[in-house]
């Protein structure tokens, strides 16, 4: 099967030097990292359920819910801007600088190192909802069984199999840049700031260790889990249910209620009907502040060379083209 447009897929030639690994596992995951997985994805989402009960008895402060919000949207456009529109689809390209705080702030979000990431989400359009996709929810079949066990695989459930994705295969350009092979290998350096960022504000600006502990609840755990799930809904929700207007040759779907939340991704359909584009919303009152950003930073020249779909370009991804209508369609070149 051939790459999907946006997917690169260059394999290092026998007779270059092997590039170095960009993770400490390497393309596999030991027991080690199989038990941290589990305690990063256990331990944030029991304290997503305890802050139910505790903003109903005792409210959330302020500041709380700042550090909560904040590093919510720097780890979400961290992954949506970086990770994924940036690092895996070359949807601009950015100067040095945007280049690196891209990779940290993605690495901010606690989804795994940047060459990981990068490379599972490139195979991913290569098999997208077909045999060899690391998180298809259809693997198991399209009964309603079948599917609720294929959605908790594509859910979560595909982090803890052997991985299979070769980082050198589907990224090996990350790798060959020496300051994101760094970024990448000190995963562990940036999940200690970032779930360590909150407490040390909120004790500071509290000067009390209640401030710091309240803090670390928020805006740490709360906020990594909550991060998660909306993150893998687009691997599970986004791929079995949802509006289709656009021509793909998988099953993805825009699931509108999860667009403030995923800052864009989940206008889903479009992006596997068009995987380079800079904008995922490109309908009329389709919210993608991705995009937004990603203008601001071509705006003050840190970005350019950015991929805007045209009017033209979106119609002809349509379904039915010869009901497709400019007015209802933002050119994003101007809109974003």
């Given at each position: 099967?051939?790459?999907s447009?946006?997917?690169?897929?260059?394999?290092?030639?026998?007779?270059?030097?092997?590039?170095?690994?960009?993770?400490?596992?390497?393309?596999?995951?030991?027991?080690?990292?199989?038990?941290?997985?589990?305690?990063?994805?256990?331990?944030?989402?029991?304290?997503?359920?305890?802050?139910?009960?505790?903003?109903?008895?005792?409210?959330?402060s302020?500041?709380?819910?700042?550090?909560?919000?904040?590093?919510y949207?720097?780890?979400?456009h961290?992954?949506?801007?970086?990770?994924?529109?940036?690092f895996?689809?070359?949807?601009?390209k950015?100067?040095?600088?945007?280049r690196i705080?891209?990779?940290?702030?993605?690495?901010?979000?606690?989804?795994?190192?940047?060459?990981?990431?990068?490379?599972?989400?490139?195979?991913?359009?290569?098999?997208?909802?077909?045999?060899?996709?690391?998180?298809?929810p259809?693997?198991?079949?399209?009964?309603?069984?079948?599917?609720?066990?294929?959605l908790?695989?594509?859910?979560?459930?595909?982090?803890?199999?052997?991985?299979?994705?070769?980082q050198?295969?589907?990224?090996?350009?990350?790798?060959?840049?020496?300051a994101l092979?760094?970024?990448?290998?000190?995963?562990?350096?940036?999940t200690?700031i970032?779930?360590?960022?909150?407490?040390?504000?909120?004790?500071?600006?509290?000067?009390?260790?209640?401030?710091?502990?309240?803090?670390?609840?928020?805006?740490?755990?709360?906020?990594?889990?909550?991060?998660?799930?909306?993150?893998w809904?687009?691997?599970?929700?986004?791929?079995?249910?949802?509006?289709?207007p656009?021509?793909?040759?998988?099953?993805?779907?825009?699931?509108?209620?999860l667009?403030?939340?995923?800052?864009?991704?989940?206008?889903?359909?479009?992006?596997?009907?068009?995987?380079?584009?800079a904008?995922?919303?490109v309908?009329?009152?389709?919210?993608?502040s991705?995009?937004?950003?990603?203008?601001w930073?071509?705006?003050?020249?840190?970005?350019?060379?950015?991929?805007?779909?045209?009017?033209?370009?979106?119609?002809?991804?349509?379904?039915?083209?010869?009901?497709?209508?400019?007015?209802?369609?933002?050119?994003?070149?101007?809109?974003?």
């Open positions: 099967m051939t790459a447009p946006g997917v690169i897929d260059d394999v290092p030639k026998a007779s270059e030097s092997p590039l170095p690994p960009a993770t400490l596992g390497g393309d596999s995951k030991g027991s080690v990292e199989q038990i941290a997985l589990l305690l990063f994805i256990t331990v944030p989402f029991v304290a997503l359920l305890a802050a139910i009960p505790l903003v109903w008895g005792w409210g959330v302020w500041l709380d819910l700042g550090l909560l919000v904040a590093m949207y720097i780890g979400c961290g992954i949506t801007i970086g990770f994924h529109r940036y895996t689809h070359g949807s601009f950015a100067k040095r600088p945007l705080a891209l990779a940290i702030a993605g690495s901010l979000a606690v989804e795994g190192p940047l060459v990981r990431w990068v490379a599972d989400h490139r195979k991913h359009h290569k098999f997208s909802d077909a045999e060899g996709d690391p998180h298809s259809w693997r198991y079949g399209e009964s309603l069984s079948a599917l609720m066990k294929g908790w695989w594509a859910h979560i459930g595909w982090m803890f199999n052997e991985e299979q994705t070769s050198q295969k589907y990224a090996p350009d990350l790798i060959k840049d020496p092979r760094r970024i990448s290998r000190q995963f562990v350096l940036w200690v970032s779930l360590g960022l909150p407490p040390l504000i909120g004790g500071l600006v509290t000067w009390s260790w209640q401030g710091a502990l309240t803090a670390f609840f928020w805006g740490s755990l709360v906020r990594v889990a909550l991060l998660h799930h909306v993150t809904s687009i691997n599970s929700i986004c791929h079995a249910v949802g509006k289709r656009f021509k793909s040759r998988d099953r993805s779907g825009n699931v509108w209620w667009a403030i939340l995923s800052c864009g991704e989940s206008w889903h359909n479009l992006h596997h009907a068009d995987p380079t584009s904008r995922h919303g309908m009329k009152g389709q919210l993608d991705s995009a937004r950003i990603i203008r930073f071509e705006k003050a020249g840190w970005a350019y060379d950015v991929r805007w779909p045209s009017t033209n370009r979106i119609d002809a991804r349509r379904q039915d083209t010869t009901t497709a209508s400019a007015d209802r369609v933002k050119d994003a070149a101007g809109a974003a």
